[in-house]
């Protein structure tokens, strides 16, 4: 098998969503992960089927996205990681690769308290956390508010809307921000499928098999 013959990553968006916008960041995340070459599902946690928990055990990547409410994960979003506690036992998601994004109200709010959570939770299940690898932006005279990561994160992709305004209104900069990571998740997930194809070659025949799911 060549490096032009390897499959595409399977890429999955878990998030939870209780009035919409950060459904649309989900719905950016998927844009820019089908923009790298992957197949996107997009899974809504708080109505997941037996086929969205199938998805999410096949995929090479999952990206967990929540609103942050009372400083943390939404309860939506939690509801969702409880139920994974048996995944998490048997190791079912060890070494896929991992990111997230929220948003909330406030332009802190506080997001970094969500970013750890899923990051943590991701860590439980021996994921490998992808950061959001770009600078922080909005951070000088010459920055704006629409720059790229103009919340200045790296564990992960953040966003601000403000409380009284519809999805609409979710800010460009941010959906453009959520777009690059889905692209860079996807671009490293390639990599390490790559990567372990090389890996099983090099251990001869009898070791090949088709890149790891
Ligand atoms: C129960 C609740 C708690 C919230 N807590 C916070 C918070 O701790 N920090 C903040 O900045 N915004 C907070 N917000 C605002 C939401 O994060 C914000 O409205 C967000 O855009 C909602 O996203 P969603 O439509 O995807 O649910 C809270 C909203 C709700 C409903």
Known sequence: MTVTELPEPRFAVAYHSGFGHTARLAAAVAAGARDAGAEVAMIA??????????????????????????????????????????????????????????????????????????????????????????????????GSDQDLNRLGFWLGAAAATDVDAGPEHVQSADVATCRHLGARVSSVCRQLIAGRAVTAAARGPAAWSAPTR
């Open 45 to 142: 946690v708080d109505a997941i089927t037996d086929d969205g928990w199938h998805e999410l055990d096949e995929s090479d990547a999952v990206v967990f996205g929540c609103p942050t409410y009372m400083g943390n994960v939404s309860a939506g979003f939690q509801a969702f990681a409880e139920k994974t506690g048996r995944r998490c036992i048997n190791g079912t998601w060890q070494n896929k690769i991992a990111a997230g994004f929220t948003n909330s109200g406030a332009k802190s709010g506080d997001k970094l308290q969500t970013l750890m959570s899923l990051a943590v939770f991701a860590a439980q299940h021996h994921m490998l956390w992808v950061s959001l690898g770009l600078p922080p932006g909005w951070n000088s005279s010459s």
